[in-house]
């Protein structure tokens, strides 16, 4: 399995961006994709799962909720997240990661990682 991330760079506060991710080697529509976010200094951070793979549906964490949208092509095998209004705080290198068995909002749920793409917003 290989997760490629791609769409990050620099945007000044209020900006928009739209973050890709590109699997292979995995069964896409089976897999719950996550995208989670990791600051320097900082823990890695969950920001949105996707487990429509399993029946169920999307989950944002509090501080993207509104403004970061998740979604994704089962044909192209890519997950995206777009994401709006944002603010310094977003400031991060953001990970896609997949998982067969349901995902969550802990990166240990996920087995699969992508390399990271980093995203830095100016104020």
């Known amino acids: 399995v290989q997760l490629q991330a791609s769409g990050g760079g620099l945007v000044q506060a209020g900006g928009s961006l739209r973050l890709s991710c590109a699997a292979s080697?995995?069964?896409?529509?089976?897999?719950?994709m996550g995208w989670f976010r990791q600051a320097p200094g900082k823990e890695r951070e969950f920001v949105v799962g996707d487990v429509s793979a399993s029946g169920g549906s999307t989950y944002y964490a509090g501080s993207v909720k509104g403004r970061f949208t998740i979604s994704r092509d089962n044909a192209k095998n890519t997950v995206y997240l777009q994401m709006n209004n944002l603010k310094p705080e977003d400031t991060a290198v953001y990970y896609c990661?997949?998982?067969?068995?349901?995902?969550?909002?802990?990166?240990?749920?996920?087995?699969?990682w992508g390399q990271g793409t980093p995203v830095t917003v100016s104020s």
């Open positions: 080697g995995l069964t896409f529509s089976r897999y719950a």
């Open positions: 990661a997949a998982d067969q068995s349901g995902g969550g909002s802990k990166w240990y749920e996920y087995a699969y």
